[in-house]
């Protein structure tokens, strides 16, 4: 199974000072930044998949490259500017979410195959449509009209896709996208682009869907694949289904999930082999909005907050694993909630992970040079340091899955 | 008034028309047990105080400054104090300076006073101040300037006054730049290295001429007519974005500067040779020395140059590739024909980013199609 990680213009300062919560002066964003693969001493994913919404913007807005970056790109192509090695692989693809309200995708199968060609992909996923909906007993044609007409024009654009790639003879490797509403509609759709020549499959439309559902899609589609069709599932990460999935025919899937867990979860924020634990959060004075309202209206005292605030990080950086040490950890937290006026408590969740210092045995590189910075849920290089790091972990589960053919003798 | 002791603080009177200013020196980690910071905020739909809330990023980089070795903070500190606070003279007038009189001033300091009732306020340099209290340093003694202000009317309008002096104008301070060795604040340390390359392109490095010298616009070379800040965008632009990335040191942003002169002259010279005429005319007889001009064509040196080192740009044929699409320019006259339905006089050119996006994107193309074969 191979793992692609999504861009989103995720990087991080390797000249971050943590101490003093500041970027180097002359830092430039993305090129003196590093990405995963570079910090990391064995690269998290073995791909990335870039979206041209993203690079290029698109209906909803500007993308979340600047002008000048997105020309970068177009000059340098995917390869030199991401600064990949070589055994990662790229996949490119249109981001059809950023476009899922309008009636038809606003992109043109030859402006893709562009972005495609001139950037210099391996792989790109044909343009298509995404359905928003599934029920398991609609048909093929007694179905939301809104989803025929989106498959349909999803399969159109697939075709146009092929038959363009190998008249303009380009080097990349068609991936068709196939859209459905249920299993006999997914089906039939990869099916359909078999028939058009394609070998490899993306999924797409399956975020939403239970993990049993997406299994019901696989188990009907394995029905009708051949056997040298491979499947890509779009922004999937299912680890406990993952051995199932790659037997019925999955080779790869992408996911930001477990980097954004990291930041956006409410606890799941850093992850280990078997379990996830909550950041300890140590919000910015200066960078909290609700805190700088209420600082502004006079109802805390800044002095105050500032004071805990540090009070806070000294107790955390000098926690040693000791009971006193946790202690006095956890009082300094207490203290900043209360200061704080947090809303909610999470104390209990972070005397487990102070218990646990999952930090301390993690062997990444990440882990080991920052420490305890990596659970404090604290301003964006902390937080996708620890992405990052949740990213190893997930690479190391996936790499521990039997393959396909060890697995076919149980079967 | 049990715990009133009183700060007795060598100073000099100033007499300003009717009314008195004190200049005195004071620890700067004292300051708050007699000085307090007030902040806006509504109180009962009245506003109080008049100051905004502490820039923490402001204070830490006057903070980390202050914890260097030789750091010095020359500003005064603007104190406005309350009639708690007297001055007491020991010296008579001087003759001739008799607006001037040395004496003690004394302050009242009771810390167990809340802040709303201290005897001063600070209304200029709040930072500052902020940052000395927080610096890891034993003491900081600062220059201080106080006046007794009637009430808090008095002290915000002072504030104001203050606070509204005019700042440096940017073309002289990208002109400072270079010559500073300080910590300086974030926006400035970046600038350091594209106003030091600058600089040297229209002052000419060891004595060598190039493209830009004497060409540039300066509040010190008056006779220069391409603007500063055009060309200082597009510097800027390629040390980060494009060609002249290759010359940056990420670890401390400097650069090989010599590098970068040879490949801008290099590139730039090419240009000068191919549009003689429109590179000697200023902005409103020319489109090339106009700001849309020199950071289109700034693109343009990205694009053809990225990640070619200096020494082999001269295997690029950059003249010959710009001589091609020399037909195609209107700087001085005439339209560029962008599309069918889009043509543009000369002149109807702005810098705007959406001009200079479409005059980027007309030439890179022309390039594209223009570049020999190499
Ligand atoms: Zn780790």
């Given at each position: 199974m191979k793992f692609y990680f999504p861009d989103s213009q995720d990087l991080i300062s390797p000249?971050?000072?943590?101490?003093?919560?500041?970027?180097?002066?002359?830092?430039?964003?993305?090129?003196?930044?590093?990405?995963?693969?570079?910090?990391?001493?064995?690269?998290?994913?073995?791909?990335?998949?870039?979206?041209?919404?993203?690079?290029?913007g698109g209906v909803s807005g500007a993308g979340k490259y600047s002008s000048s970056q997105r020309a970068r790109f177009y000059r340098m192509g995917v390869r030199r500017f991401f600064r990949l090695p070589d055994h990662i692989a790229t996949l490119g693809d249109n981001g059809a979410f950023n476009y899922v309200g309008e009636e038809v995708p606003p992109v043109t199968v030859d402006g893709t195959l562009d972005f495609y060609d001139e950037c210099g992909f391996d792989a790109g996923v044909s343009v298509d449509h995404v359905i928003f909906g599934y029920d398991a007993n609609a048909t093929l044609t007694q179905a939301d009209p809104a989803w025929i007409r989106r498959r349909e024009i999803t399969l159109d654009l697939a075709y146009e896709f092929m038959k363009r790639v190998s008249e303009r003879g380009s080097h990349v490797e068609p991936v068709g996208a196939a859209q459905g509403w249920s299993p006999t509609s997914y089906?039939?759709?990869?099916?359909?682009?078999?028939?058009?020549?394609?070998?490899?499959?993306?999924?797409?439309?399956?975020?939403?869907?239970?993990?049993?559902?997406?299994?019901?899609?696989?188990?009907?589609i394995n029905e009708i694949r051949s056997p040298a069709t491979e499947l890509h599932l779009l922004g999937l990460t299912r680890v406990d289904a993952m051995e199932t999935f790659a037997q019925l025919g999955v080779t790869s899937i992408d996911s930001t999930s477990p980097f954004r867990q990291a930041f956006m979860d409410e606890r799941k924020n850093y992850h280990t082999a078997d379990r996830a634990f909550a950041a300890i959060r140590v919000p910015q004075v200066d960078g909290n909005v609700t805190l700088r309202r209420a600082i502004l209206a006079g109802d805390v005292s800044q002095r105050d907050a500032i004071e805990a605030e540090r009070e806070t990080l000294r107790a955390l950086r000098s926690f040693d694993g000791s009971p006193r040490s946790q202690k006095t950890a956890l009082d300094a937290l207490a203290q900043y909630e209360r200061v704080n006026r947090s809303k909610k408590s999470y104390l209990d969740a972070y005397e487990e992970t102070l218990t646990a210092a999952p930090w301390l045995s993690c062997p990444c590189r990440l882990c080991r040079t920052h420490g305890i910075e990596m659970v404090?849920?604290?301003?964006?290089?902390?937080?996708?340091?620890?992405?990052?790091?949740?990213?190893?972990?997930l690479a190391n589960k996936i790499s521990k899955l039997a393959t396909p053919e060890a697995l076919e003798q149980y079967v | 008034m049990s715990n009133t002791e009183f700060f007795s603080l060598p100073a000099v009177r100033v007499r300003q028309g009717s009314q008195y200013i004190y200049a005195f020196g004071?620890?700067?980690?004292?300051?708050?047990?007699?000085?307090?910071?007030?902040?806006?905020?509504?109180?009962?739909?009245?506003?109080?105080?008049?100051?905004?809330?502490?820039?923490?990023?402001?204070?830490?980089?006057?903070?980390?400054?202050?914890?260097?070795?030789?750091?010095?903070?020359?500003?005064?500190?603007?104190?406005?104090?309350?009639?708690?606070?007297?001055?007491?003279?020991?010296?008579?007038?001087?003759?001739?300076?008799?607006?001037?009189?040395?004496?003690?001033?004394?302050?009242?300091v009771d810390d167990s006073l809340p802040d709303d009732e201290k005897p001063a306020w600070i209304v200029d340099g709040q930072q500052r101040s902020a940052a000395i209290r927080d610096a890891e340093i034993e003491a900081f003694p600062v220059a201080a300037v106080g006046f007794i202000a009637k009430d808090e009317a008095e002290q915000r309008s002072q504030f104001i006054l203050v606070n509204n002096t005019k700042p440096l104008p940017k073309g002289l301070i990208h002109e400072l730049l270079p010559s500073t060795s300080v910590k300086l604040p974030t926006t400035y340390a970046r600038r350091r290295l594209p106003a030091s390359v600058l600089n040297l392109l229209n002052f000419g490095a060891g004595g060598g001429r190039g493209p830009f010298t004497g060409c540039i616009s300066t509040p010190t070379m008056a006779s220069?007519?391409?603007?500063?800040?055009?060309?200082?965008?597009?510097?800027?632009?390629?040390?980060?974005?494009?060609?002249?990335?290759?010359?940056?040191?990420?670890?401390?942003?400097?650069?090989?500067?010599?590098?970068?002169?040879?490949?801008?002259?290099?590139?730039?010279?090419?240009?000068?040779?191919?549009?003689?005429?429109?590179?000697?005319?200023?902005?409103?007889?020319?489109?090339?020395?106009?700001?849309?001009?020199?950071?289109?064509?700034?693109?343009?040196?990205?694009?053809?140059?990225?990640?070619?080192?200096?020494?082999?740009?001269?295997?690029?044929?950059?003249?010959?590739t710009l001589r091609n699409l020399r037909d195609e320019c209107a700087w001085m006259d005439g339209s560029w024909h962008f599309a069918d339905d889009q043509v543009r006089r000369w002149n109807n050119i702005q810098n705007t980013p959406n001009d200079v996006r479409l005059l980027t994107s007309h030439l890179l193309n022309l390039v594209r199609h223009a570049s020999p074969v190499r």
């Open positions: 000249t971050y000072d943590f101490l003093h919560d500041e970027y180097a002066p002359h830092r430039v964003r993305q090129r003196d930044d590093r990405y995963a693969h570079e910090v990391l001493e064995t690269p998290p994913y073995h791909g990335i998949l870039v979206s041209k919404a993203i690079v290029d089906a039939d759709s990869v099916k359909r682009l078999q028939e058009m020549g394609y070998t490899r499959i993306a999924l797409g439309g399956m975020v939403p869907l239970k993990t049993r559902d997406v299994l019901q899609c696989l188990y009907e404090i849920f604290r301003g964006t290089e902390r937080n996708k340091r620890r992405g990052f790091h949740n990213l190893t972990v | 004071v620890d700067g980690k004292q300051i708050p047990r007699f000085a307090a910071v007030s902040r806006v905020h509504r109180k009962d739909q009245q506003l109080a105080g008049y100051q905004r809330p502490e820039v923490q990023s402001h204070i830490r980089a006057i903070r980390r400054y202050l914890e260097t070795d030789g750091a010095i903070l020359p500003n005064a500190i603007v104190i406005a104090f309350d009639d708690r606070v007297r001055f007491e003279p020991v010296d008579q007038p001087q003759n001739g300076v008799d607006y001037s009189t040395i004496g003690r001033l004394l302050i009242p220069g007519y391409i603007r500063d800040n055009s060309v200082l965008k597009m510097i800027e632009n390629s040390l980060y974005e494009g060609a002249l990335y290759q010359y940056r040191h990420a670890d401390d942003g400097t650069g090989d500067i010599p590098s970068i002169l040879l490949h801008l002259n290099h590139f730039w010279g090419a240009v000068q040779r191919v549009f003689p005429e429109a590179w000697s005319l200023p902005p409103t007889k020319s489109r090339l020395t106009h700001g849309a001009g020199i950071q289109a064509l700034g693109y343009v040196m990205d694009s053809l140059t990225e990640g070619v080192p200096a020494a082999d740009l001269s295997d690029l044929a950059i003249e010959e």
